[in-house]
């Protein structure tokens, strides 16, 4: 079966490194929401070797950190899922108080309604990828 | 306001070392679900200097490990949430079709009943101490 993430950047294409990449997804009332996705299609972190697991983790907490000090959220939520898409990849998300689930988990029930993604978004990734660029 | 993983172990303890532990979770229809809990009481992984981040994912991914060599699940879910309780927590989840929200995630729509947890769970739960006991 095709793998999404095989065949596209899975997003817009923020940083892209030998092993991993990073891009921005575009997900209405989540602004600041990134996936850091492994370039080859691996299913499991331990199917890694620890220094390929280890440098993986380095770049979702570049991720991070890039979305803290540039937006300061209330909560950073991490998740490696992929039930659907078994290519591993990191959901890096920053929570508001005010988005459309907090404090439930974002594949919980909605409380708010979701806004559209704000005018700033391109200039808030092109901050993120000039953070990213330092890796 | 009081929190509950500075109060309580979270869980049933399978493994305490100086700076996490880790706990197995009484949840219906999931009982491989564990949880690595950073002993102190920090928000985010990235508040965590990086040898110990780095540290505590080498236990989140031992646990995935011990939990894929005993269960043989469909596919391990990781995820650092804490929008309620911003103590450092991941959960590591083992999936399996047959389990009650697959392949949705655990905080999404349940698609099957829940069964108890099996009569063996005391025995997973030794096993898997003692893989951690190795850390």
Not at 85 to 113: K, M, Y
Request: hydrophobic share 45%; charged share 20%.
């Amino acid at each position: 079966m095709a793998c999404e993430l095989c065949e596209t950047d899975g997003g817009e294409l923020l940083w892209r490194g030998v092993q991993c990449r990073v891009v921005h997804v575009d997900e209405a009332g989540y602004p600041g929401f990134c996936r850091a996705i492994w370039n080859a299609h691996v299913a499991e972190m331990t199917d890694l070797a620890a220094a390929k697991r280890a440098h993986f983790m380095r770049v979702v907490f570049a991720v991070e950190a890039g979305l803290r000090a540039l937006l300061h959220p209330e909560k950073v939520n991490l998740a490696s899922l992929g039930n659907l898409t078994p290519h591993l990849h990191w959901h890096v998300i920053p929570r508001f108080r005010s988005d459309p689930h907090f404090p439930n988990p974002i594949w919980g029930a909605q409380l708010r309604e979701a806004g559209a993604l704000p005018a700033e978004i391109a200039t808030l990734r092109q901050a993120l990828a000039k953070r990213l660029s330092r890796l």
